[in-house]
Every structure is written in structure tokens, then in C-alpha cells.
């Protein structure tokens, strides 16, 4: 079964960091470029950050430049996001998504697989 696990969400003070970790079962990361997305309640999906699948190349949402940095440890099967900074703008659910492919995109609809999410509260 192939499944994306994402983890590392909490509640945290603005200005504070977490981590974000996208695991992969049941298939092997390498071929895959992934993407990060965040979705706020009544608020529409949107992209955060994506990387391809050597990690050469990624992209990030003017949002979070100089914020976020994505990752990946293909040995490991994981794509990571650092986020750091954070705003009270910055709660959401963060998913991750793998799209077959070299290149990386923050188009969510082609991608193939996606993540169930985690939780990421910025508060005070």
C-alpha cells in the first residue's frame, strides 16, 4: 500500500519553529518530486513549497521566503520542511503530495499521492 505519513505538527508560539517530516511507504521517494500544501479552515488549499525529485531544485511561495527551507533524504525515504518564524497567518494543515516526475510543481491537481496531514497552530 502506498501511503505518504506526514508528522511533526503542534501548537507554537509565534516567531517559534517546527519541522515537518513526509514519509513514504510502500514506494520509494527517489523518482518522485513532492510538494508541500497548507490548507486553513475556510480558506482553499494552497501551495507552500515543493522540491524535485534530486533536490536541485525547489521552489517556495512568496509567503514563506526566507522562512520555510524544504528537504529531502532520499536514503531515508523522507521529505522535510523546516519552518521557522512562524505566524499566526502560518496555522493550517500541512500536507505533503509525490508527483512521478523530476520536476517539481505547487499545481496540486497532478499530483499522485497525498499525505492525511498534520496540524500546525501558531498561538500565543
Known amino acids: 500500500q502506498l501511503q505518504l505519513v506526514e508528522s511533526g505538527g503542534g501548537l507554537v508560539q509565534p516567531g517559534g519553529s517546527l519541522r515537518l517530516s513526509c514519509a513514504a511507504s510502500?514506494?520509494?521517494?527517489?523518482?518522485?518530486?513532492i510538494g508541500w500544501f497548507r490548507q486553513a479552515p475556510g480558506k482553499e488549499r494552497e501551495g507552500v513549497s515543493c522540491?524535485?525529485?534530486?533536490?536541485?531544485?525547489?521552489d517556495y511561495a512568496d509567503s514563506v521566503k526566507g522562512r520555510f527551507t524544504i528537504s529531502r533524504d532520499n536514503a531515508k525515504n523522507t521529505v522535510y520542511l523546516q519552518m521557522n518564524s512562524l505566524k499566526p497567518e502560518d496555522t493550517a494543515v500541512y500536507y505533503c503530495?509525490?508527483?512521478?516526475?523530476?520536476?517539481?510543481?505547487?499545481?496540486?491537481?497532478?499530483?499522485?499521492?497525498w499525505g492525511q496531514g498534520t496540524q500546525v497552530t501558531v498561538s500565543s
Open positions: 503530495a509525490a508527483m512521478w516526475g523530476t520536476i517539481a510543481t505547487m499545481i496540486a491537481g497532478v499530483y499522485d499521492y
Open positions: 510502500g514506494f520509494t521517494l527517489d523518482y518522485y518530486a
Open positions: 522540491i524535485s525529485s534530486s533536490g536541485g531544485s525547489t
